[in-house]
């Protein structure tokens, strides 16, 4: 059986100038989505939400498992960067390094 809808959030509720951007599945072991297509936004500004949405991912899984947040992020952001084709452990260096 598969599992109950997620709800709206708080917010959003008591937002009546909220929209929702987003849903996220997982279809045949595949990630599919529904992106609201008449957004008007700049690719900076899609960056930021993506940046949000990882904060959040981290947070959530952290308190799930009871694990270290810095740990998780770490390994979330080093994931990222392989999916990226990026070079990942230096990336990964620079961003957990301060400047």
Same mark, same amino acid.
């Given at each position: 059986? %598969?599992?109950? =809808?997620?709800?709206? %959030?708080?917010?959003?509720?008591?937002?009546?100038?909220?929209?929702?951007?987003?849903?996220?599945?997982?279809?045949?072991?595949?990630?599919?989505?529904?992106?609201?297509?008449?957004?008007?936004?700049? %690719? =900076?500004?899609?960056?930021?939400?993506?940046?949000?949405?990882? =904060?959040?991912?981290?947070?959530?899984?952290?308190?799930?498992?009871?694990?270290?947040?810095?740990?998780?992020?770490?390994? #979330?952001?080093?994931?990222?960067?392989?999916? #990226?084709?990026?070079?990942?452990?230096?990336?990964?260096?620079?961003?957990?390094? %301060?400047?």
């Amino acid at each position: 059986m %598969p599992p109950e =809808s997620l709800g709206q %959030p708080d917010e959003a509720q008591m937002d009546p100038a909220a929209v929702e951007l987003m849903r996220l599945w997982v279809a045949n072991r595949c990630l599919c989505m529904s992106l609201r297509p008449e957004l008007e936004a700049e %690719p =900076s500004e899609f960056g930021v939400l993506l940046a949000d949405l990882f =904060s959040h991912a981290c947070r959530a899984y952290a308190g799930h498992v009871g694990g270290s947040e810095a740990d998780i992020r770490a390994t #979330m952001f080093l994931a990222f960067a392989r999916r #990226m084709g990026d070079h990942p452990e230096e990336t990964v260096r620079a961003y957990l390094l %301060p400047c």
